[in-house]
Every structure is written in structure tokens, then in C-alpha cells.
């Protein structure tokens, strides 16, 4: 169906229903970024394949609501379908609820999915349209009526993440866990985020490109847990391994009918944020009052990773920097026999590399793979019947990263493919000064990213430039390459760094018809001293992946920014060298231990 | 009366009126930093001399809340009284409103001074007591019982603040609030901050020392607007003028009663984060649910300073540079002929040569006048009876300013009296690196303090040190020396640096027992550049006293920082030269251009 005739069929349901509006939402029933074709209904419905944005359809209306990530994107996707492009994050930006507010009758009623739309979502809406008494009904699964070949549940087999790479069992987790809701007065937790209930049993999956999570939900109480999933994703021995640890299968869609039967007469933990709002609704007809929402607090231990998830992250940054040595010379070699490599080439030429590698499960993303102008788009992504060619000049963007069995990657670097202009040279300097400033940071605990990203704009912003994107994010240990709750951004959000945290490191800058840069490492927090002043925090590196140091502008380098680059330099080069070929060796020398800018120490 | 007494005769009150607890707050009715006598109720119930805090008295506890800028104070000043010191910013601290709600039992009465306690206050309280249904009742000036030699009312007189220096006329500020107030649906408003009453109506006076404003209430309707202050402060002419623009006068304490009787059919606008309690209850009575409740409009406008007003604190930085350069000059010489000077002798001096500028009407707080180890302590206070003997060796803190009719100013210089130790001299050269970083910030409109606030801290942070208060506040024209909104601090606060906004910069490094450090310029935030990355802002300086450079550690200071010092200390130079005696000038000159670092310019 066209997103036409989708729109009419959505209205002749608004018309049978008595509904004055449906939001089509862009998520699924565990709030993920990256969602299983079954619960792509915006896409489905408007034609739009941008990862964020939001459709509404009233009587006489249809829109969609997305970021500047999508504008151009969503402008040609959305060209001759009758739905109109709502921008966010611009000034004076309406965000749907309150369109909806502003906009319907009083009286009226907004339908939406309440399986794919998070609890706190809904509970915003109601309080908007409280004042004209607009009603919100949840319709689970209301697409379903006009998606005739709507894909099914990924069926994906589930494999066990064993001690020797999570660093903590399942058992552990377990106790962990009903510890932390007994100290909020709670006797269960219902989990619906993907990454956590993987994090919490030590299991994946491939049911979702990118990110090795199940399909599932889990349930704790005191004594028992119950993990709602597709029973035939589940070995013999992987069962029995949940059943050791006191952890029942049931089927994934029995859990609406199975919270009525709940054994448990203290309050439940759940996490509004996450949790939809349709299985809200069940959790409420069973405990009534007795419910604690707030944010699970898997979200945050997940993201303090333990010593050997650490050492996983080093093997796989240490695998992904033969991988991308390896890339950048056979990149460099091709060129230079003159062969034509598209952007697809160059990417799926990665990506056959890292497969080669000990542990590979899956890209950690799509790559970002971007030559020359199309790299000003930080989002950009080619395709097969629109991606340029790479020449021997400018500069290319390689945003990319894998997930290995013993850790999770994200990287990006840009290099020089020959000549460069002035002003690319400047850029690309000052993005790595940005990065090299966040790197070498110290600062005392209960310090905000929001305190810190400051460090990796300066460089740019004394030139008055800047990217308009966040500077960094959590990343997940073989989870999701995107995990909270931490990040590097402007936002004035009360998230302390921690040690632990594993955190991207990303500035960039593009201007626009000409050239995109990003540099990006992954920053470990980790304690260094304790002293009156505080209890001081710093970063280590992880990335192991040399920078090019042939477009850098000396004359603007500070001293310690250049021992920086020499030092992390002279590490990639030591550490990968066991795993190199003679050939390879040699080639990553002529990019590190050759090119030191030899700073004398004085500090 | 002794504290003993005082604690004795508030307990007696609480018997005979049914108390269960007394709270004695540390303001007055206008909620102001800095109090005239009449209301240092805290100061006169138990004998603590700071300038912030709480008097909590229960039937079985007596007890004070502060900060740990007096813990040492608050400790030695208590002692004898049976007043406990409850620590508040410390780990675990639990302020006053909590513990009343944790320590008094069910439907028992808490009674404070509502005209001394902001609405917001009152009702962060009754949020807390409800749950055990605790009351809060209001008994203004409950302490007139026992405080038998209460001072009365300040009596100085207003005087006007002419346009030349204020640059916008009264009218002109009336007709701009009753716009703002408008667009909120509001009919009139109640200003009860003394800053902004004074900003609006160009008037000052010297009611409280250090802050020139008028203890009144203004209240502004769609056409008239009446100033509740004592009316003999008001000579014809200024009562005239007042009258002329629509401003009549009443006497300060008939507000209470006046309430019932103004005259207006539309919402009435109140801070109640300013707003007293008292006052709340009388506005609630006559105008029932038509009260709106948000930040005063001519906060943020009274901040945003215009261009006569700039001008204003320019020339009013350049008598201050003229003053400190003389004495410092005198300071020098009297330490090298041997003189016995005092922290308070030098303090003295400084008064006396700023009285002596054109202009002059105030300092513009208590100046801190601190020898070595003194000034470990930020708000250090020197006493005629406990004060050191400067001696030729280590480092002397003077944070200092005033008020001339046309600019405030305040202003840190630590400076060398001899030799320094090595730390000293690291020291003072990372507390100057901060003071330049963040002076040298260029940044996107919507930046707030709490993004840029790292920058003035990490070149301490990078040797795991740091300072214990916020980096600057913004500054009053001839108003508060603390004046909002904005400010540069860790803390997550949601006001975006603007231009026009003045605010100090003033890292410190304070090291217990040995030495106290701290540089402080003042910054002008003005618009660079609008370009497509954004609209930038930038800072320029007004301090204009110069930088001793004698402790400064060369080989940690980059190019950039010693090009800003040289061009500081050049211009420091050339625009005090005018005004300076040839003996001054050539003083000046071996202090700044004799000493320049003359980094050859690269970038």
C-alpha cells in the first residue's frame, strides 16, 4: 500500500472508530532505537526511513514529526504522500502532543498503540490535553488491520554471553537486582528494555541487525523470574541454564494475560520511561497503587562495566585496529593503482575484514561511509544506486564499529585521501584538539557531561564553528552501541561520569556542499586519586586506531597536544604489532613511528 | 540578651502560643544578601556573625544551618550558646525544612517571621509537613518581643540616578514592564527585590550598607504605580519626579493594609521565590486564584546591560585600576622601607585612595585583605583584634570594590610580597590559566554557565585540584555586588550567558594552613558574529588593574595565555597612563610593559 492509501485506510478506522486522531509512534513494545521490521509501522505507513520521527493523521491532516538529522531525507520521502514534515529542534519547534493540544476539538480522542509507546509518553499527553478533556485510547497492535504482510517476530536462535566475557553471572545479577528493589520497597520488577534483560541474564541475540538482544520481557520477584520470549529461540541447555537460576520461560505475548496472576504482595518496580504503556495498564489493574516507577536501576550499573567487560573492550578495540590498519592500507594501496572504490565498496571492504576476526558477531551499526561533501551530512548514508566514487583528494569520513563476543566498538576516523584545502586542514586540526582535550580531562567525581563537552568545542567555537550534534554517548558491552544513561552534550543533564563508564568521544565538523569530519575514540572513566580536593576522575583510551597526522596544522598544535598524538601513536603501532604482518607493520609505521612531532617534555 | 536568653525567651513564646518549633531565618523582607541591622534577627538570637543561615529552636534543640564558608566561624561563635552547628553542602547534609519534617511529631506548629521568609520557602515547607499534618504558622516580627533595642527602619535619603548614567528613563522601564506583564495576562505587579525596584525607578539610597537601594515595595498597575518606602527620604524634587512619571508614594508598612484596595480586574504578577510569605497572604486574599507566580521580568532585563550602563562600568573600572595601581605602588614601597602593615592598615589605605575618585558613593562589599595563610579562606574577615602582619615574603589577597554613580566594580589581585614557594608559584599560574580560558571563551548563543564553568577549573583539575566556591556572579550597576541571573558554576542552572550580562571570573586555589590564591577580572559578555554555525558571543574585559607576572611559571603557560596576559597588561597600561602621575606611570610601566612575554604572534 502507498502511504496514500495507508492514510485514507487510517481514517476510514478513525471514522468506524469514533477516534479524532492516531499517532502512529516510532518505537516498539521495549522503547529501542533500532527496531525489527515488525514494528516499523511509521515507515510503513508514510514511507519515511529516517530512525526518529513520529506520524499523526487527524480528519483533515497528516504529519510527520522529525529532527534536522532528517530533514532533507524526510522533505523527498514524504514528496507527494500528503503527509507534511513537522520540524524539531529548531526554534519555535511544536512537537506533536502539543500540536494535538492546540489543534483538536475539545472532547476529541487520540488512538494510539499503546504497546509502542512508553508510559511516560502517554501520561505527557494526558496532562496536555486534560484541559479539553481530549481522551487518549490505547488500540494495541492497530496497524495490524491494514498491514497484510506485516512481518513476524524475529526467531533468531539465543546464545549464552558466558561468565568468562559479562564478568558477572546471572545468579549475581539476580541477587544484585531484588537487593535494589527491596531497598525501594518493592517485591518484583518488570523489565521491558532489551539491553537490560540481556545484560541481566547474560544472554543475546541477533533478533535486531546490530544490537544482540531477544525479543522478551522479564519479570523478578523475590524467589522466581520469568522470562517472556519465543521458546524456540531457547537450546535445551540454554533453558536449563535459566532454570538453574531460578529463571522460567513463558511465550513473549503471554505476558499480558500472565501479569493478572503475579505472585507478589509488595509494590512492583517499573520504569515509566521505558515501559509501554499497554502492559502499563495490566500492571496497574494487578497492584493498583502499589506501584514504584522510576528508572530501572539496571540502566545505570549496566553501564559501570566491570573489569573483565574492560579487558573485552581492549581485545575487541585491539581486533578493530588490525581491521582498520588493514582497511586504510588496502584503501591507500587501491587508490593508488587508481581502482574505482565507491563508498559501498570501501565500506563492505571493512566490514569482510572484521569478519575475519576472532569473536565477530555483527557490525555495531551501519557504517557511516563518506567521501567528500556527502561526509558534511553526519548521518549520511550511501547506497547502492546513490554513492560517490572516491578520489584522490579531499577527505573520507568512516564512522563504523563491530560487536565481538568480548566487547563492542564505535570508531570514526577521517583521512586524507591527497591534496587538502586550507580550511579542511584547519577543521581537521581542530577536531582532534577537541577530541585530545576531552581525552586528557581531569575532573572530580559528580561532574555532568554536561560540564565536561565544553573541552571538545572550544577548539572549534574560538573559531566560531561547531557541530550540531551531542559529542558523545555510552556505548554497551556486545548490547546496544547507543546506551545511556551517560553522554558527553550540552544538555543540562544531571548525570554524573563514573568510573566504569565507557563513553564515544566524538567532535566533527561539516560545512555543508564541501566536506565532513569527525574523529572519535572511546573513553574509559576510571578513579586516579583521592586527595582533599576530591576524588578525581580521568580518562583512558580504548581505540587503538592511529590518527593521520598528515593534514594537522602544526603552527596551531599546543605542545601537550602533540605528545598526546605522539604518545597515542607509538601505543597503536606497540600494541598492534604482534598482530600484524611484516607488510602491515611496516606500513603502519610510516604512519606512526615516522611521522612524531618529538616534543621535548618539559612539564 | 545573651544567645542562652534569646533561646530561653523564643522557648517561652513557643509555651504560651502553642509552638512546637521557631525558625529564624537569615533575611529580611526583600529576601537580600546583605541586611540593614533591623533584621539581623539570626545575628541577634545567637550571636553568628555570617551571612548565611538558619536559627531552628525546638523544645528540646536548638540549632543553626549553614554553609562550610563558616564552619569554623559558626563553631567558635556557638560555643556556650547550646546551639548546634548542622553542616549543610557537605555529603549527606540534611537542611533545616527536612529535619523538622523527620524530627517533630504529628500536628505540631512550626512558626517563623513570614515577612522574613520568601513564599517559596513557606511552601517547600508545608510540601515537606503535610504528610505528618504539620503546620506552618506566620507571625510577623515575632522577634519585636524580645529584641527590646531593635534598630529601626534606615533612614538615608533616595536620591536619583540620572539617565546619563542608567541610560533608559523610568518611563521608559515602567512602559516596558507593563508590556512583559501584559504578555502574561497580568494587570499589575509587586516587586519587593530592592535591586529591582531601584533599577526600575533610577533611584538609590544608602539604606544597607554596600548595596545603595531603598528598603520599599513598588507596585505598578496599567496607569499608576505606587513606591511603599519612608517617605522622609524623599526630597521634593525626587518626590516630584517620581509623581511626574506616575510613581506616588506611601508609607513602607501600609502596603499590608493597601492590598486589600488596589485596583485591578486582571491577575496580579509575584516572584515567589522573592516574594515574603506575610505579604503572599494578603495578595492571595484580595486577588483569590488571579495570581500568577514567576520569576520577576526585571531580573533578567536589570542584567542585560545597556550601553550607558557599559560605559558606566568601564569608567568605573578604570578609577578602580588608577586606585589599585597607587595602591599597590604605596603597598611596595612601604614593605621595602619596613613599615608594619596590617591586612586591615592595607584595606584602610585602599578605602581611602577609592573615596578620593570621582564619583565614589560606596564600596561595594566588606574588601578581603588577606596575608598567607589568611586567605585559605575565601571569605576570610580581618578583625582589628585577630588580623596578620604583611611580611616580605608570600603571597597577599585583596578582593575589593565600590560603587561610583556610574559602575560598581570588584576586583581579586593576589599578589607576591617576596619570595614564594614553588607550589605558590604553580599555583597562582593555573588559578591565572582559568582566569584567561574562560576569558578567552567564544560561544553560541544559549550556552549557560554550567557548559563554560570547566574552563576557568581545568587547568587546576589537570593536577587533581580545585576550588570550593562557584568561578563568577554577575554584577549590579550601582546596585547588588551579587546580582543574577546568570552565573558560571558547576551547578546545572538553566540561564544562558547573554550579552550585556557582566559577570566576574574568578578561579581561586586555597591550600589549607599555607596560602590562598584567587584573580578576578570582570567580564562583559558581548555578540561577535552570526554565521551558520550560530550566533556567538564572546567576553571582553573591564577590569583594568594589571596582572603581577613576577610568580608566573613560564614553561606551563602556552603562547596564547602569555599573549593574553602581555596584551592585558599593555592595555592596562595605556589606558590608566592618562590618569597617573609621572611617578605612578613609571611604576605602572615596570609592573607591565618592562615585563612583557612578546610571544611572536603565529596563529
Redesign the interface.
Known sequence: MTPNENIKALRQMMQSQGWDAIVISGTDPHSSEYLPARWQARKFVSGFTGSYGTVVVTHDHAGLWTDSRYFIQATAQLEGTGIELHKLRVPEAVDYPEWLAETLNDNTTVALDGLCMPLATVRHMQGLFAPKGIKVVSCPDLIDALWSDRPSLPDAPAFELGVEYTGRSRADKLDWLRTAIESKGCGSILLSSLDEIAWMLNIRSRDIAHTPVIISYLWVGSDSAVLYAEEGKFNEDLRKALEADGVSLAPYSSIVESIAEWNCDKPIYIDGGMLNYALYEQVQARFGEAVVDATSPVKLEKALKNATEIEGFRSAYRKDGVAQTRFFRWLEQAMERGERITEIDAANKLISIRKEMDGYIDESFAPISAYGKNAALPHYSATPEQCSVLEPRGLYLLDSGAHYVDGSTDITRTIPLGPLTEDEAADYTCVLQGMIALS?????R???G??????AR?PL??????YGHGTGHGVGHVLCVHEGPQDFR?N???QAIMPGMVTSCEPGMYC?GYYGIRHENMLLCYE??V????D?LAFMTLTCTYIDTTPLVE??L?DEEKMFIDSYNMSVYETLLPDLTPEEAAWLKTKTIDRLFEVEE??
Request: aromatic fraction near 16%; glycine fraction near 6%; charge should be negative.
Open positions: 586528557l580531562a581531569s575532573f572530580p559528580g561532574t555532568r554536561a560540564n565536561l563537552d565544553v573541552l572550544m567555537w574560538k573559531y566560531n564553528r561547531n550540552q543540562l543533564y544531571d555543508e586516579d586519586e586527595n582533599e580536593y576530591g578525581w603552527e596551531i599546543t618539559e612539564l
